[in-house]
């Protein structure tokens, strides 16, 4: 039972971070690191499941650089 | 550097070595299948692809942890060094092939979620010969997961390196799983020898590059300096460094680099900004000092790298009495300007006296 509610719980976290990975990878990348402008498809790619994994780290990155901004 | 990214930094060299990988890879499956069909032709072609792929990624994974320490004991290791990241993430994928077939050949014939009967189907955990071994492989894999999709170097600018570097010091503890996992599996129904053997040699190969790198890294940490004056500390003689080449001092327990280049003496962090590289152990390149394990660069008169790059180290005051090198070991922040010691043609003969 324990168990089955852990991957429950990492399967909702995987899905969010899924979520989360398409727009920030085609817009919230270059928000975040300025390095990441004018980067092609492969490096946007190949960031995707460390995306997923980090999602929430990147959510509070991207929060902060967009008041940055404003 | 981190002016722009691409998806995998690919040069000749580079690429040299990913065919070897390769070729080394394709070649050893191709020859444990070889030798395995010879000896035991009932095996099954999942046994085959587990076992093949298990015993090639420990034979990686040791490769792996050995090239830090080698490179420590010995500078020509370096190459080395350079492509250990996809020499990391092929272990990985190699890895995640035998897991995926372990758990397709043990954990997919029942009505239970493979993962789920993973953590399940054994639980004798009080239990030498009978231990849930499967999940100490499971663990590990998660680790060599993690580590191979932060491999990039968007990951170590954006975690910042100290949480890089922590995450990938997991690799020790997925090492330690790795090897528990073959203790406690394989080894405790498997009656050749040869699995102990191989698996005793190799850790103690690891065991013993660690210790003879660290006590050597620390002998030279211990290097008590005792002439001191005004704040500055007598460290060599302007002759012990070669042109284009630093000199590593542990002072106050900082690391610092003084370089030789130009004419003139530059002291900096010996610390890299990449990944705590030894930039002691580098040279000058092109009129900057250049990192020996990724060829991250900084300028020797401000620590900074050159445009469009952005790091910056610690640089430090350094000054050349009767050709002695005297270095101030109180850093100034990162990217500070410095004159550099203008070594003196008096100061160069005196090595010819």
Not at chain 2, 106 to 132: E, K, M, Q, W, Y
Not at chain 2, 210 to 221: C, P
Request: hydrophobic fraction near 45%; proline fraction near 5%; aromatic fraction near 14%.
């Amino acid at each position: 039972m324990v168990v089955q509610v852990i991957i429950l719980i990492v399967g909702i976290y995987i899905l969010g971070g899924v979520l989360f990975a398409v727009p920030f990878v085609i817009k919230g990348v270059t928000e975040v690191d300025e390095g990441t402008h004018g980067t092609k498809l492969g490096f946007r790619l190949i960031i995707i499941p460390g995306t997923i994994v980090f999602w929430p780290f990147l959510l509070s990155k991207w929060i902060k650089s967009n008041k940055k901004h404003d | 550097m981190s002016a722009s990214y691409q998806a995998v930094l690919w040069n000749r060299q580079k690429k040299h070595y990913d065919w070897l990988i390769f070729a080394f890879c394709t070649s050893y499956l191709a020859v444990f299948t070889s030798v395995t069909l010879v000896y035991n032709p009932q095996v099954t072609f999942e046994t085959l692809l587990i076992r093949s792929t298990s015993t090639l990624a420990l034979l990686l994974l040791h490769v792996i942890l050995s090239i830090g320490p080698l490179t420590r004991i010995n500078k020509k290791f370096f190459p080395l060094l350079y492509n250990r990241r996809h020499l990391g993430v092929t272990m990985f994928c190699i890895a995640a092939v035998h897991g995926l077939f372990s758990i397709l050949q043990f954990h997919t014939l029942g009505n239970v979620n493979p993962i789920v009967s993973l953590f399940t189907s054994n639980t004798r955990f009080d239990s030498v010969s009978a231990f849930p071994f499967q999940a100490l492989g499971f663990f590990a894999l998660v680790i060599f997961f993690l580590m191979a999709i932060t491999s990039h170097d968007f990951w170590l600018h954006n975690l910042s390196p100290k949480v890089w570097k922590t995450l990938h010091m997991f690799v020790y503890l997925a090492y330690f799983l790795v090897v528990m996992h073959v203790l406690l599996g394989v080894i405790q129904y498997e009656t050749n020898p040869v699995f102990v053997i191989i698996l005793v040699l190799g850790s103690g190969a690891l065991i013993t590059l660690h210790l003879v790198a660290g006590f050597q890294e620390t002998k030279k940490d211990n290097i008590k300096f005792h002439l001191q004056r005004e704040s500055f500390v007598m460290v060599c003689d302007v002759n012990d460094i070669e042109e284009d080449r630093a000199k590593m001092f542990c002072l106050d327990k900082e690391r610092i680099a003084v370089y030789k280049t130009d004419g003139k003496l530059f002291a900096v962090s010996n610390v890299c900004k990449h990944q705590n590289g030894p930039l002691g152990e580098g040279k000058v390149i092109d009129g900057c000092i250049t990192c020996p394990w990724h060829g991250y660069q900084y300028l020797p008169h401000n620590g900074q790298s050159p445009p469009p790059f952005k790091e910056r180290i610690s640089t430090y005051d350094v000054k050349i009495e009767e050709s002695k090198v005297w270095v101030n070991p109180v850093p100034y922040p990162e990217g500070t300007e410095r004159p550099g010691a203008i070594i003196t043609i008096n100061q160069k003969e005196e090595m010819f006296v």
